[in-house]
């Protein structure tokens, strides 16, 4: 396979990951609320910090992910919330379609955050801003 075919299935990996984030990250905002998302990580167990936390991460880094800015960074920082969703949907079964979702879908997009994370952004993405570059790992840079 040739450079351009990777560098454009890397591009459709990020795109893909970060467009799932970013339609989680809003879906918790605009259907479920902030108050009501809160509301459920609490009666899991988990503080209300980590409600907006992962608000955030799923909301500015799947737009990250979509313009291709650090995609390395933002895949190895997606990881947490991706293994969390796993770890949540984990008693329901396999099956995604099960009632309240199983834990195939949050596995494969843990998959596909560790691709990303190894392979990069490709040469379609936008991967560093100056300013920011200092404060970045040069192997989570590309």
Same mark, same amino acid.
């Given at each position: ?10 591009? *459709? ?7 799932? *984030? *970013? ?11 902030? #108050? ?12 209300? $910090? ?16 979509? *313009? ?6 933002? #895949?190895?920082?997606?990881?947490? &919330?991706?293994?969390? +969703? +796993? ?24 998959? &596909? +955050? ?10 379609? +993405?936008?991967?560093? &801003?100056?300013? $920011?570059?200092?404060?970045?790992? #040069?192997?989570?840079?590309?």
């Amino acid at each position: 396979m040739n450079s351009t075919a990777n560098d454009q299935g890397a591009m *459709l990996l990020r795109i893909g990951l970060g467009a799932v *984030l *970013l339609a989680h990250g809003l879906l918790k905002v605009l259907v479920f609320t902030v #108050a009501g998302t809160v509301g459920f990580f609490e009666s899991l167990g988990l503080s209300a $910090v980590i409600a907006y936390l992962t608000i955030f991460g799923e909301v500015v880094g799947g737009a990250a992910l979509i *313009l291709g800015i650090y995609p390395r960074l933002v #895949a190895v920082l997606s990881l947490p &919330i991706l293994l969390g +969703a +796993a770890w949540v949907h984990s008693g329901n079964g396999w099956l995604f379609s099960n009632e309240g979702g199983g834990w195939e879908f949050p596995a494969l997009l843990v998959l &596909i +955050a560790i691709v990303v994370a190894i392979q990069g952004g490709g040469r379609f +993405a936008i991967k560093r &801003i100056p300013i $920011v570059d200092t404060l970045i790992p #040069a192997f989570l840079k590309a």
